[in-house]
């Protein structure tokens, strides 16, 4: 699930992919709009706040939900450079680790907030996951050749509109779609469940949230690394 790249994987281990990490994803957002306010997995949204509360003078306001989309980006750009060493490098486990690296913030996360839950403000813990965001979506992008967004939702539900009309063409069209519209779909579907539990566990374990999506991460991740290194 995170050795294969591009057009070695299967639809079976995309699928296997979307569904876990746009899970957590979703959590991880919804999560993130409790505590703040904030959508961390929705450039599109924050995108627009910026420019509605900066078009009303909230100059301070608008420049904390670009700092989302800075934060996005920059998860996005550190796990690329990390991934595009590893593959220079043949470290075919470069993709388990970027998930590992993800884990591990998440972590620290939950125990920063869980030991002083008033000394840290909300505002930090907004910036962090949407840095974890921009990770994790580079990290499923690149292993898929872009086959694989798991926080891409509105370009997931345009996808799952035209793959939709698809299905009315000719058997080639329906046959190219299929696959697509399943992938999709799934993505959406965990996307929203992870967001429905992930809102429900914080009721119950509050930050620690944070711990149990690192400890699902590390499930994922620590198999297939080890994996990579069988000869």
Known sequence: MLIRVGDERTANIDLALA???????????????????????????????????????????????????????CGAGMAALAIQTGERKKIRSIYALAITAQAVILLLLSVAFVMAPFALHETFLVVILSFVMGLQNAVTTMISRARVRTTHVSGMATDIGIELAALVGGAASRRDALPKLSLHSLTLACFAMGGVCGAVLFGFVGYWLFAIAAAILVLIAAPEALRAHRP
């Not at 306001?61 to 700092?67: I, W």
């Open 19 to 73: 569904g876990l990490l746009s899970s957590v994803a979703g959590a991880l957002n919804a999560v993130g709009f409790l505590i703040a306010g904030s959508f961390t997995a929705n450039m599109t949204g924050n995108i627009s706040a910026f420019a509605d509360t900066l078009a009303d003078g909230a100059v301070l306001v608008s420049l904390s939900f670009a700092g989302l989309v800075v934060a996005f980006i």
